[in-house]
T-cell receptor
């Protein structure tokens, strides 16, 4: 248990569905991150939020839409995904510039 | 951007053996972390070590920031040590491709 939780843990969705991934941290951190891990590829940073403000968007397609309502919660809204978007999606949090702690991930399959 | 290279890419050990994993990075950094990813995908923090040496049980790590490398030592390996070990540097973190470790009983 790292203090970062993610729901759901597994998700299967069709290409026309809309779904959301949720991340919550209980560590008092002020930065939160979304990463994508595809098979045979290094972890890719998607988004960074510092103090609820998005500070990095790593050329992510608009079918992924992040939301950070406060420093403890982070969402990733998904719509009209493609099969190649199937991956493990990991959330992390940190103090700004400090060590990052990861949640258990959401394993997404797009059919 | 910063480049992170890890070696070896794959490693098979007999239980009880020791090993050293290496991480080279292309630019000076103020943040370096080692992670272990278990078979279920969870990334577990091992060390936050932008410089110096730290030890935690059978694991230890050393980062020589001036020479841009870090080493992770695993002693008396156990089957539960199997998985992928990642080095990540910078802010935000840039990950290497990992070292896949298999420890055989």
């Amino acid at each position: 248990e790292t203090g970062v939780t993610q729901t759901p843990r597994h998700l299967v969705m069709g290409m026309t569905n809309k779904k959301s991934l949720k991340c919550e941290q209980h560590l008092g951190h002020n930065a939160m991150y979304w990463y994508k891990q595809s098979a045979k590829k290094p972890l890719e940073l998607m988004f960074v939020y510092n103090f609820k403000e998005q500070t990095e968007n790593n050329s992510v397609p608009s079918r992924f839409s992040p939301e950070c309502p406060n420093s403890s919660h982070l969402f990733l809204h998904l719509h009209t995904l493609q099969p190649e978007d199937s991956a493990l999606y990991l959330c992390a949090s940190s103090r700004v510039g400090g060590a990052q702690y990861f949640g258990p991930g959401t394993r997404l399959l797009v059919l | 951007g910063i480049q992170v290279e890890q070696s070896p890419p794959d490693l098979i050990l007999q239980e009880g053996a020791n090993s050293t994993l290496r991480c080279n990075f292309s630019d000076s950094v103020n943040n370096l972390q080692w992670f272990h990813q278990n078979p279920w995908g969870q990334l577990i923090n091992l060390f936050y070590i932008p410089s110096g040496t730290k030890q935690n049980g059978r694991l230890s790590a050393t980062t020589v920031a001036t020479e841009r490398y870090s080493l992770l030592y695993i002693s008396s390996s156990q089957t539960t040590d199997s998985g992928v070990y990642f080095c990540a540097v910078g802010t935000p973190l840039v990950f290497g491709k990992g070292t896949r470790l298999s420890v055989i009983a």
